[in-house]
């Protein structure tokens, strides 16, 4: 009885193994150069206007959320209307710069927004694979090679102002 229940376990942990190593291979070989669509942006969670700001690049198209405030997730709603070419472009860049890595990450790095700062919103959709990530604004609170993507998401995100 008890080398059925020990080949039990044993059968119950090989598969658990299996399962979770085929997810981490679909993440770590996601090609960034091509994905199905890549969102970016900036949300702050208490404010009274529009202070959630994020894009989805999709194709050749670049396209703003619809939404006014709150916290971004997969589900969210963009315009049907795509933004210039050089807005395309400036995308294009940044998703080109993905840092790998963060592929590895959690999908809360930091503590966004916990001391009403804000935080950066980032989505990648590849086949039947969506991952989001919600990133601390506060550099000491994350990776350094995140800072610097960040500090890229925010120049992108300044130009999209423009």
Same mark, same amino acid.
């Given at each position: 009885?008890?080398?059925?229940? &020990?080949?039990?376990?044993?059968?119950?942990?090989?598969?658990?193994?299996?399962?979770?190593?085929?997810?981490? %291979? /679909?993440?770590?070989? &996601?090609?960034?150069?091509?994905?199905?669509? *890549?969102? *970016?942006? +900036?949300?702050?969670?208490?404010? *009274?206007?529009?202070?959630? #700001?994020? #894009?989805?690049?999709?194709?050749?198209?670049? #396209?703003?959320?619809?939404?006014?405030?709150?916290?971004?997730?997969?589900? &969210?709603?963009?315009?049907?209307?795509?933004? +210039?070419?050089d807005a395309v472009n400036s995308a294009k860049t940044l998703l080109k710069d993905f840092p790998a890595d963060l592929l590895k990450e959690?999908? /809360?790095?930091?503590?966004?927004?916990?001391? %009403? @700062?804000?935080?950066?919103?980032?989505?990648?959709? @590849?086949?039947? +694979?969506?991952?989001?990530?919600?990133?601390? +604004? %506060?550099?000491? /609170?994350?990776?350094?090679y995140l800072s610097a993507y960040t500090a890229k998401i925010r120049k992108t995100m300044d130009g999209l102002a423009k």
């Open positions: 009885m008890k080398k059925l229940i &020990l080949f039990s376990t044993l059968c119950l942990l090989v598969t658990a193994i299996a399962c979770t190593s085929k997810e981490e %291979d /679909q993440l770590s070989t &996601l090609n960034i150069g091509n994905v199905d669509h *890549f969102a *970016f942006g +900036t949300y702050y969670g208490r404010c *009274f206007s529009n202070c959630t #700001y994020v #894009y989805k690049l999709e194709g050749d198209g670049l #396209y703003p959320d619809l939404i006014d405030r709150g916290y971004p997730d997969t589900t &969210l709603a963009y315009d049907t209307k795509s933004l +210039t070419t959690k999908e /809360q790095v930091g503590c966004p927004d916990c001391a %009403d @700062q804000g935080g950066f919103y980032v989505e990648i959709k @590849q086949g039947k +694979t969506t991952r989001s990530w919600r990133i601390d +604004t %506060d550099d000491n /609170q994350i990776p350094a």
